[in-house]
């Protein structure tokens, strides 16, 4: 209880699967939680699940791939809590019409590239900024994934849009750690969300990538958990690293 006492978190994409659970997560550990989440009805949700439960949240729609709306989530949650610790930039992730590079369609490259990097960067952006700001330090939280991590097969898109966030996680953590800035991320393996879910019903890729986990598929808290070691002063040694939760996937 209480590893995130005092601490005010942006989680992006919270209103649904993996940012949900690391919402609800930080609110029981002591977070004040804001949600940037493009679905307004399921952000709202989320942030009444928090608010039940005795937690303090708020819900700011946002798209993440539009540079204004997140300047101003960030700014929303500064102007109404006073501090800003932690952004997690979970929003994102794969789809059916993602393939290989010969066969994907060119505007699935595009849409990628703009939700989970462009997307990210844009998080980085007004989220470091804002830690800079304050000037008492911070976490940055991205999320990429296994598919950045091992070779793989049928979504080289998603593929190369995460790829690119590891390797942007790296080179921010070196830029920020003058601040007392830290930049890491999370890389689940297929994890049970309701679009993964669905997902593993209309391809044969992310049931794959489940051959090599080896306690089956993750659950969305097992993500949230090194979410949480990664937002909390437990990790205050740690930046530049890339967080897998992949039951062994990549070890194996
Ligand atoms: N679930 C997995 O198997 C898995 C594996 C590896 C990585 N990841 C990554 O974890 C993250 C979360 O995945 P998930 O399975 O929980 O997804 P999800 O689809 O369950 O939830 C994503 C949430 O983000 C929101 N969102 C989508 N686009 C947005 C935008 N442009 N602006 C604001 N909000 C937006 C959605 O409305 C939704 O609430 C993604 O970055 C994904 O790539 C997931």
Not at 61 to 75: G, H, I, L, S
Request: net charge negative.
């Amino acid at each position: 209880m209480n590893r995130l006492e005092g601490k005010v978190a942006l989680i992006t994409g919270g209103g649904a699967g993996i940012g949900r659970e690391s919402a609800l997560l930080f609110a029981r550990e002591g977070a004040t939680v804001v949600i940037a989440e493009r679905d307004t009805e399921a952000g709202q949700e989320t942030v009444s699940q928090i608010r039940g439960a005795g937690g303090e949240a708020l819900f700011i729609q946002t798209d993440v791939t539009e540079a204004t709306e997140v300047e101003r989530a960030v700014a929303a949650a500064v102007e109404r809590y006073g501090r800003f610790d932690v952004i997690y930039n979970n929003a994102g992730g794969s789809s059916a019409r993602d393939a290989r590079v010969t066969d994907a369609p060119i505007e699935e490259f595009w849409a990628k590239i703009k939700v989970d990097l462009f997307g990210t960067w844009l998080g980085c952006r007004y989220g470091i900024q804002a830690m800079m700001d304050a000037g008492n330090g911070g976490s940055v939280i991205n999320c990429t994934s296994i598919f950045a991590l091992i070779g793989t097969h049928g979504k080289d898109a998603y593929t190369a849009a995460k790829g690119a966030v590891s390797a942007l996680t790296r080179s921010m953590a070196v830029e920020y750690a003058q601040y007392k800035i830290r930049v890491n991320a999370v890389a689940p393996g297929a994890t049970a969300t309701a679009r993964v879910l669905k997902l593993l019903q209309e391809d044969n890729v992310t049931s794959k990538s489940l051959d090599g986990q080896l306690f089956g598929i993750i659950k969305p808290e097992d993500v949230a958990y090194a979410a949480l070691y990664l937002a909390s002063d437990e990790s205050k040694s740690t930046t530049g690293h890339i967080l897998s939760v992949d039951g062994g996937l990549t070890i194996s």
